[in-house]
């Protein structure tokens, strides 16, 4: 079982930045369901997206929306990964996903999300 806690969401300028955090709460016995994890983002009225994963190695992978902006990292002793945003823009707001899966391309558990609004 797995239980994904996102933080860091709130308001932020155009050209700000924020930085996202979520932890994972996982047995030992269980510790492959987060091998991989990574963001999804959900705007009104479009479809959630891939925004960045990153594996247990540091393996990475972006949506060209946000490359060369954003940053995905992890703390594996910590269970926890991050998001660094840079130079936000208002196409950005949209409630931000944490998830987590045992392999690429595979997420099968999801935090509750949270918000991220970037003002004009």
């Known amino acids: 079982q797995v239980q994904l806690v996102e933080s860091g969401g709130g308001l932020v300028q155009a050209g700000g930045s924020l930085r996202l955090s979520c932890t994972a709460s996982v047995s030992i016995f269980s510790i492959f369901s987060i091998n991989v994890m990574g963001w999804h983002r959900q705007a009104p009225g479009k479809q959630r997206e891939l925004v960045a994963t990153i594996t247990t190695d540091g393996r990475t992978n972006y949506a060209d929306s946000v490359k060369g902006r954003f940053t995905i990292s992890r703390d594996n002793a910590k269970k926890m990964v991050y998001l660094q945003m840079s130079a936000l823009k208002s196409e950005d707001t949209a409630v931000y996903y944490c998830?987590?899966?045992?392999?690429?391309?595979?997420?099968?558990?999801w935090g509750q999300g949270t918000q991220v609004t970037v003002s004009p």
């Open positions: 998830n987590a899966g045992p392999t690429w391309g595979t997420p099968e558990y």
